[in-house]
């Protein structure tokens, strides 16, 4: 399978990290491939796997190489089991590669030595760091404890996040006595006290409602505004990653199959725009004709004779939007590029043929 790599149009600068940002994060033929235990369905299955074990091996992410320069919020986009989680892991030491090379800050991740995990912090969406027996906050001096906070920068840091996160009145509930959100912005909270220099987010607002997804958004901003914390996330939610993300990797099948801005996928994918223009009277069949005959112009239909559906290259939106003045009284005029949600659709419902996306570089 090829792969796309990000933009070569000059209109649309490379995400890759740039040389004035130092890298923090390389990977090179980063691999995992999980054996696991094959047991077989019901009891004859567990029976027999008494008497005599087999093992499958699963390959999860497949030779990858990348690096990540400090401060940059990179998505981490990929369909069901394409490897995002287990990559996470091998970067925040919770699992060992089998094999490839990775650095982070200096460190060696599955070392899991102290000075490498106070710089870092892993956020799994759907897993709690917290204890929900009691408040948040014993969780949160647990926490102090454990990266060997000064009373005043633990103070500091809660100030900061309770406020940034309007969570100060929940501090003292126990955790099992709150809402998902709630949950999660004091999860958040609890992996961001020690400030770390580095945040693994999976699958961050899953779960949760568009105001709480929103407010879980314009706090991780702040957070890298402030404090340049180099933030990589994998979300299924692409609201998530157009809102954060500056660059996206896409992996699939366990392989880096793009590497770049999230337009440059956008437009390799859907090199052309659409255009919908809505008229006060119904529009000349003829003068419509002559739309259609241009080059890198497709005329789509939605019915109506007040309103022309175009899909338009690019290059050619210009032109195309003065003809349409032309055409008579306009209502209402729309230039869209096409969804990046259904982008991700079409790629993952295609799975093997992301290479084919566009002119984008193709390895
Ligand atoms: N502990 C494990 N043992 C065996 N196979 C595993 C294990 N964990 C994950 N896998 C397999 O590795 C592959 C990658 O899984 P991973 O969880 O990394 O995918 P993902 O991209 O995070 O998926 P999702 O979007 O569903 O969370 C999948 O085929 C999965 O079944």
């Not at 990348?66 to 990929?78: A, D, S």
């Not at 102090?144 to 103070?155: G, N, P, V």
């Not at 801005?261 to 994918?269: E, F, K, P, R, T």
């Not at 195309?320 to 079409?346: F, H, S």
Request: net charge negative; proline share 4%.
């Amino acid at each position: 399978m090829t792969s796309v790599h990000a933009s070569t149009d000059p209109a649309q600068p490379d995400a890759r990290p740039q040389p004035d940002r130092p890298t923090v994060i390389a990977a090179a033929g980063l691999t995992k491939t999980y054996t696991f235990h094959d047991q077989g369905a019901g009891l004859a299955g567990a029976v027999r796997s008494l008497v005599r074990r087999r093992y499958q091996t699963r390959l999860a992410v497949d030779s990858i190489d990348f690096t990540i320069g400090r401060g940059e919020v990179v998505g981490l986009l990929g369909p069901n089991g394409a490897g995002k989680t287990t990559t996470l892991k091998m970067l925040s030491g919770l699992l060992y590669p089998t094999s490839g090379e990775l650095e982070i800050l200096g460190h060696t991740p599955s070392r899991r030595r102290p000075d490498y995990l106070r710089r870092i912090a892993l956020v799994m969406g759907q897993k709690t760091m917290l204890w929900w027996d009691v408040p948040a906050m014993e969780s949160l001096l647990l926490h102090k404890e454990m990266y060997d906070l000064s009373t005043a920068e633990f103070e500091r840091n809660v100030d900061e996040l309770a406020e940034l996160l309007e969570v100060r009145d929940l501090l003292n509930v126990q955790v099992r006595k709150v809402s998902l959100g709630e949950r999660m912005k004091l999860e958040l909270m609890a992996a961001l006290v020690h400030r770390p220099e580095i945040l693994f987010l999976d699958e961050p607002t899953i779960g949760l409602d568009v105001v709480a997804k929103a407010r879980v958004r314009a706090f991780l901003a702040e957070v890298t505004r402030r404090h340049g914390t180099t933030i990589l996330v994998t979300s299924h939610d692409m609201d998530d990653i157009e809102a954060l993300c500056s660059r996206v990797m896409v992996i699939d099948h366990g392989r880096l199959q793009y590497d770049g801005s999230l337009s440059g996928l956008v437009h390799a994918a859907r090199p052309r725009k659409l255009v919908r223009a809505t008229y006060a009277r119904p529009v000349d069949a003829s003068a419509l004709a002559g739309l259609a005959d241009l080059d890198g112009v497709a005329v789509g239909s939605d019915g109506s004779d007040q309103t022309v559906s175009l899909e338009v290259e690019r290059e050619r939106t210009g032109e195309v939007l003065e003809q349409l003045t032309r055409l008579g009284p306009l209502v209402d005029l729309d230039v869209a590029d096409a969804d990046v949600e259904e982008i991700m659709r079409d790629l993952f419902l295609r799975r093997g043929t992301v290479g084919t996306v566009g002119t984008e570089q193709v390895r």
